[in-house]
T-cell receptor, first 109, second 114 residues
Framework: GQNIDQPTEMTATEGAIVQINCTYQ??????LFWYQQHAGEAPTFLSY????GLEEKGRFSSFLSRSKGYSYLLLKELQMKDSASYLC??????????FGKGTRLSVIA | DTGVSQDPRHKITKRGQNVTFRCDPI?????LYWYRQTLGQGPEFLTY????????KSRLLSDRFSAERPKGSFSTLEIQRTEQGDSAMYLC????????????FGDGTRLSIL
């Protein structure tokens, strides 16, 4: 089976940097995805990591360490609109994604 | 490309009734997924199709739930004899077959059982 753990809630200040961690256990690791979900809306794709290292996409970056079963999502220059839930999702083999419970981020002025 | 669309957006029904939801995926995607999401949780996998073939069903999926994708395009999810615990957001997603391709989600159908 697969297990994903991420913090339930985080708060950060507008303009700051925040790091959302995700740890996982799985066999047959085949990729880790990050999604953003605003309240009442669909999840939207942010990033994908399958090899170790950092993937940067504008204000958002995602890091993966397969040996440690660890990923993080880094958000820079936080804006109020970044207040949302951030979902870590795992793929093992060619199976459908397994999602964590999500981290609810609140950005305050 | 209009994205993944789901219908209806909201459904309120009495316990014991049957409900059916529809999902229209992105047209060039051959995989289609159904998830269920409750408040404070991530999406929970229910079932998925590759073209018209249903490849996997969650062990958590009761036999009251059935899904079809008859022509490999749109899909329907039916819940028979609904129960209070079925109240949730039902999300549909589609993707290409390749493992690195992200799933694109529709806005979901919110089901409320009275």
């Amino acid at each position: 089976g697969q297990n994903i753990d991420q913090p339930t809630e985080m708060t950060a200040t507008e303009g700051a940097i925040v790091q959302i961690n995700c740890t996982y256990q799985t066999s047959g690791f085949n990729g880790l995805f990050w999604y953003q979900q605003h309240a009442g809306e669909a999840p939207t794709f942010l990033s994908y990591n399958v090899l170790d290292g950092l993937e940067e996409k504008g204000r958002f970056s995602s890091f993966l360490s397969r040996s440690k079963g660890y990923s993080y999502l880094l958000l820079k220059e936080l804006q109020m609109k970044d207040s949302a839930s951030y979902l870590c999702a795992l793929r093992a083999g060619n199976t459908p994604l397994v999602f964590g419970k999500g981290t609810r981020l609140s950005v305050i002025a | 490309d209009t994205g993944v669309s789901q219908d209806p957006r909201h459904k309120i029904t009495k316990r014991g009734q049957n409900v059916t939801f529809r999902c229209d995926p992105i047209s060039e995607h051959n995989r289609l997924y159904w998830y269920r999401q409750t408040l404070g949780q991530g999406p929970e996998f229910l079932t998925y199709f590759q073209n018209e073939a249903q490849l996997e069903k969650s062990r958590l999926l009761s036999d009251r739930f059935s899904a079809e994708r008859p022509k490999g395009s749109f899909s329907t999810l039916e819940i028979q004899r609904t129960e209070q615990g079925d109240s949730a957001m039902y999300l549909c997603a589609s993707s290409h077959e390749s493992p690195g391709q992200p799933q694109h989600f529709g806005d979901g159908t919110r089901l409320s059982i009275l």
